[in-house]
């Protein structure tokens, strides 16, 4: 039985990972993101994201479980984590696994880590960087005295 999950994980492939505020069902079943994003600049932290959502597309085959994580940037807590989501693909065929996420707190800047994890085991990570614009102005004003 191992095997044959193995198996099924080689079949699956993770074409893209989307960071947004938002995902809209369309007719035709097709998806509208609103507020795509790669990082989070805030004028001051901790902030909290009222509404965040985390679009894998995938290609492959077979019935596999979906979890997202957001990590803290020493990797050492978990700062929200989806429930697990059932997810099926014909062969050849490719699916959308939204992760919703409400009042998403970060309170220091950093690099963080958004894992997904297919059938318990880590699929994916990609890097969320939260940046505190405002204290970004002031080290650049320091160093811009120094010189």
């Known amino acids: 039985m191992e095997h044959k999950a193995t198996e099924q994980q080689n ?55 979906s979890e997202v994580r957001i990590l803290t940037p020493d990797k050492q807590q978990a700062v929200v984590v989806s429930q697990p ?4 693909i014909a062969q050849g065929g490719f699916a959308d696994n939204v992760s919703f996420f409400v009042n998403v707190a970060f309170h220091q800047p950093g690099q963080y880590w958004v894992q997904t994890l297919v059938d318990s085991t880590l699929f994916d990570e990609r890097p969320l960087i939260v940046i505190d614009s405002h204290a970004a102005q002031k080290a650049d004003a320091a160093s811009e005295s120094i010189n």
């Open 11 to 65: 079949e699956l492939e993770l074409i893209y990972t989307i960071f947004c505020d938002d995902v809209r069902l369309e007719a035709g079943n097709k998806l509208s993101f609103m507020g795509v994003f790669q990082n989070i600049m805030v004028q001051q932290l901790p902030v909290s994201l009222i509404k965040f959502a985390v679009v894998n597309h995938w290609r492959g085959a077979g019935t596999h479980l």
């Open 85 to 88: 989501t059932p997810f099926e």
